[in-house]
């Protein structure tokens, strides 16, 4: 399923007509989702979309457009996020290391899972809890979700392919999908894996939403992905339909916010990840990329 991206040919793409670039890549990925929604309501009796996916794969922009194309098809849509079944951080287990507890599917509350969604299907309208994440509490009754007949619900979060969350949903009538970048980035020498590439996103978000510096995202990176191969990959060939997250021009994205950090001193070029494969590709500004496009999750407009 992986594939390989030569950066050559990005270069030759830019210099062709790099417009025309970056709306080709937009369509290819919307174009998944409309056949994912296609899929969908041929699916008998879809009430649920499990929305599964790892770290920075692009999960939040593709439940919001999947949504938005749903209903131009005349489906009403709900999209519910998992951790807001988070438990309250102070409740939780600690891991065996003594280290906190903040991916585990032992920090959920299915109770209170299985009773929002079951009265949700039974026609009621529910008010659902929200995770407040600024001070690790859950806020109970937050958000009311009114029942219509024929909704969809997306409910997104790395841990909603899991068996034991399935048991919570109050249906078995669901569509289970994975979202991810599934291309690699090639040099004549070098290969920056769809993991890699996770992380660059990562580090670059982290830095201008977070506050965080990219040695900071980068050491904590290895439980990021341990916790990605102990509780999502057992699942991810057990789905109905795989989206690509992968932008074939992101790379010149992420060298124009990389120059700029470098330059503000807030990152060396040594610390961000595969620097050499992207100081490669040529910058390209972020005032050609759409509105709607899924590069928005992880470079400021």
Known sequence: ?????????IRKQ??????????????????QLFTLANKILAKNNVKIVLLAGPSCAGKTTTAKLLKQILEIKGRAVDVISMDDFFIDLDKRKPLPNGKPDFDSPEILDYELMESCFS???????VYFPEYDFKNSKSIPNKNLHKYKFNTIIIFEGIHVLNPRLLKSLGTSNYFKLYVSPLKSFKTDNKVMSTKNLRLLRRVIRDIQRRNTPAEKTIQMWPEVTAVEEQYIEPYRTKVDYYVDTTQEYELGVYKGEVERFVADGKIKPEEVPFYDI????DEISKDLIPDTSLMWEFVDK
């Open 1 to 9: 399923m992986n594939k390989l991206i030569n950066v050559r040919n």
């Open 14 to 31: 830019i210099d062709k007509d790099l417009n025309k670039f970056i709306l080709d890549t937009e369509s290819r990925y919307r174009g």
């Open 119 to 125: 009265r949700y299907f039974a026609g009621e309208d």
């Open 278 to 281: 992207v100081e490669q590709v």
